[in-house]
């Protein structure tokens, strides 16, 4: 399978915890996106990358989230000091950009903060 | 800023039929796309179709089509002969045209219709 992976499928914590997330895109792509979907909602905006660059950032990725892609490969999310309003799916997705600008979308993490 | 409107949180339809789902939006640009997602029940979203605003074709792909009505910025899906894994959640979402190579390409999503496929 060649999709969009993300890492863990799940993750409890208890609030004030750190947590990280991961994600792979489809290996020719070289923009890399983050989302954000509470239940019953459509996904929000959080970040995007292109390539090794974090390109935006969305007003909701407070001074708790940081966003990484090293080497223009995989990336990861992480949120410090967790909240009880942290609690949502983080979807990841990937496009090869202007060209074919369609995003393919991961599985999601899903976050419970307790 | 673009916002994207799906009026119709629930909609359900029998096996075979024809359903139309309804999106629209709001955008000051010229060029930009639109997409139409589906996420089933704990799944992940899946790309269903996609549609150029500078392209008066409507789009289809198998049993879905668009009707695009550029003018009221309206973006319909249409399924034809339902099947039951069809049942979802659907998005509609916008993107702007890139003029630039890093001008952004974020996706602004509508808020869903739950989409059930009766047998």
């Known amino acids: 399978d060649t999709g969009v992976s993300q890492d863990p499928r799940h993750k409890i914590t208890k609030r004030g915890q750190n947590v990280t997330f991961r994600c792979d895109p489809i290996?020719?792509?070289?923009?890399l996106y983050w989302y954000r979907q509470t239940l019953g909602q459509g996904p929000e905006f959080l970040t995007y990358?292109?390539?090794?660059?974090?390109?935006?950032k969305s007003r909701l990725l407070s001074d708790r989230f940081s966003a990484e892609r090293p080497k223009g490969s995989f990336s990861t999310l992480e949120i410090q000091r967790t909240e009880q309003g942290d609690s949502a799916m983080y979807l990841c997705?990937?496009?090869?950009?202007?060209?074919?600008?369609?995003?393919?979308f991961g599985p999601g993490t899903r976050l419970t903060v307790t | 800023a673009q916002t994207v409107t799906q009026s119709q949180p629930e909609m359900s339809v029998q096996e075979a039929e024809t359903v139309t789902l309804s999106c629209t939006y709001d955008?000051?640009?010229?060029?930009?796309?639109l997409f139409w997602y589906k996420q089933p029940p704990s799944r992940q979203m899946i790309l269903v179709i996609r549609q150029e605003a500078y392209k008066q074709q409507n789009a289809t792909e198998n049993r879905f089509s668009v009707n695009f009505q550029k003018a009221a910025k309206s973006f319909s899906l249409k399924i034809s002969d339902s099947q039951l894994g069809d049942t979802a959640m659907y998005f509609c979402a916008f993107m702007k045209h890139e003029y630039r190579e890093t001008s952004g390409s974020r996706l602004t999503f509508g808020e869903g219709t739950q989409l059930t496929v009766n047998p």
């Open positions: 290996s020719e792509h070289n923009r």
């Open positions: 997705a990937s496009s090869l950009g202007r060209q074919s600008p369609q995003q393919y």
């Open positions: 990358f292109q390539n090794e660059a974090q390109l935006e």
């Open positions: 955008t000051s640009e010229s060029n930009y796309y």
